[in-house]
């Protein structure tokens, strides 16, 4: 039971590259969601999806974009990589909203740019 | 808008003492309130869960907390401190986005 996988696990990009993080999950789950995590502040939501074709945006969407044409991907693309991008990123999925289930978090994706 | 304060970035407490996290929340609609655990260099696990119901709500790993809604707190307390429950904690609140806490890194004195 693979539950959450995220890839890649540690990137480097300089300023200005692009970038996907893949995000996939086996547990036919509805809700996914991307959170950046920065010493500090805990995590921060950048985008998520009710459903395959439904995205919205999150707390801190400027510089992503997202995408989710199955239930079980939803890619997170980084446009134009800058410094404030540097962060641990966790992909998260959740069964049901009413009454929220558990989310069930990847074990994250280390970024740098330099 | 829904928001999540968690008061105390450090917390330390002696081996089998208390523990006491805060958590305060506003929110516009009954919230869904979580606490979830991290440890050093893995994603976070569910500790507990309040959706609705009764107050006081019983998590893993002897961790409980008690939702009051005419203080917005939703605390974890965990009676004994044991050495494997160093690790950061984080609350948070659901009413259309999940939104977490800055969290607070827990240190366990011998």
């Known amino acids: 039971n693979a539950g959450v996988t995220q890839t890649p696990k540690f990137r480097i990009l300089k300023i200005g590259q692009s970038m996907t993080l893949q995000c996939t999950q086996d547990?036919?789950?509805?809700?996914m969601y991307w959170y950046r995590q920065d010493p500090g502040m805990g995590l921060k939501l950048i985008y998520y999806s009710v459903g395959a074709g439904i995205t919205d945006k999150g707390e801190v969407p400027n510089g992503y974009n997202v995408s989710r044409s199955t239930t079980e991907d939803f890619p997170l693309r980084l446009e134009l990589a800058a410094p404030s991008q540097t962060s641990v990123y966790f992909c998260?999925?959740?069964?049901?909203?009413?009454?929220?289930?558990?989310?069930?978090f990847g074990e994250g994706s280390r970024l740098t740019v330099l | 808008a829904q928001s999540v304060t968690q008061l105390g970035s450090h917390v330390s407490v002696s081996e089998g003492a208390l523990v006491l996290l805060r958590c305060n929340y506003s929110s516009s609609v009954p919230p869904y309130l979580f606490w979830y655990v991290q440890y050093p260099n893995q994603g976070l696990q569910l500790l507990l869960k309040?959706?609705?119901?009764?107050?006081l709500v019983k998590g893993i790993n002897g961790f409980e907390a008690e939702f009051k809604k005419s203080e917005t707190s939703f605390h974890l307390t965990k009676p004994s401190a044991h050495m494997s429950d160093a690790a950061e904690y984080f609350c948070a609140v659901r009413d259309d986005k999940i939104i977490f806490g800055k969290g607070t890194r827990l240190h366990i004195l011998p």
């Open positions: 309040y959706t609705t119901g009764a107050t």
């Open positions: 547990m036919n789950h509805n809700y």
């Open positions: 998260a999925s959740m069964r049901a909203a009413v009454p929220p289930g558990e989310l069930f």
